[in-house]
C-alpha cells in the first residue's frame, strides 16, 4: 500500500513546471539563507527538471541563483562560469532584461 502511494506521489511530482519551480524556489531561499548544501541539493533537482521539460528561461535564471551562491561564498571562476551559462540561456530565450542584468554582474567581478 505504502509503495503505492510512494509511487504515485513521485509521479504526481515528476514533470509539474509547479513543482519544478517550488525546487528553483527552495533553491534560491537556501542560498539566500547561507544553506549551501540545501541549495545546490535544491537548485540540482530544478536544474535536471528544467532540461528534461525545456524550460530554458528557468534554468539559465537557475545558473544565475548558482552564481549568487558562488559570489557569497568568493569563487569568482565559479560564479562567472555559471553567470556566462546564465547569460547564454537568456539571450537564446530572448530573454534581455536577464542578460543585461547578468552581463553587469559579470562585469563587476
Not at 44 to 71: I, N, P, Q, S
Not at 72 to 91: C, F, P, Q, S, Y
Request: charged fraction near 35%.
Amino acid at each position: 500500500m505504502f509503495d503505492l502511494l510512494r509511487k504515485l506521489l513521485k509521479y504526481s511530482r515528476s514533470g509539474s513546471p509547479s513543482f519544478s519551480r517550488g525546487f528553483f524556489y527552495l533553491g534560491e531561499l537556501f542560498a539566500n539563507t547561507n544553506r549551501r548544501e540545501k541549495a545546490i541539493e535544491s537548485l540540482k533537482k530544478a536544474e535536471v527538471e528544467f532540461t528534461d521539460m525545456g524550460m530554458d528561461y528557468w534554468k539559465g535564471r537557475t545558473y544565475g541563483v548558482y552564481a549568487d551562491l558562488y559570489k557569497k561564498e568568493g569563487d569568482e571562476t565559479k560564479a562567472k562560469k555559471n553567470l556566462n551559462e546564465a547569460i547564454e540561456i537568456m539571450k537564446k530565450c530572448s530573454a534581455d532584461g536577464w542578460v543585461e542584468k547578468y552581463e553587469k554582474e559579470l562585469a563587476a567581478l
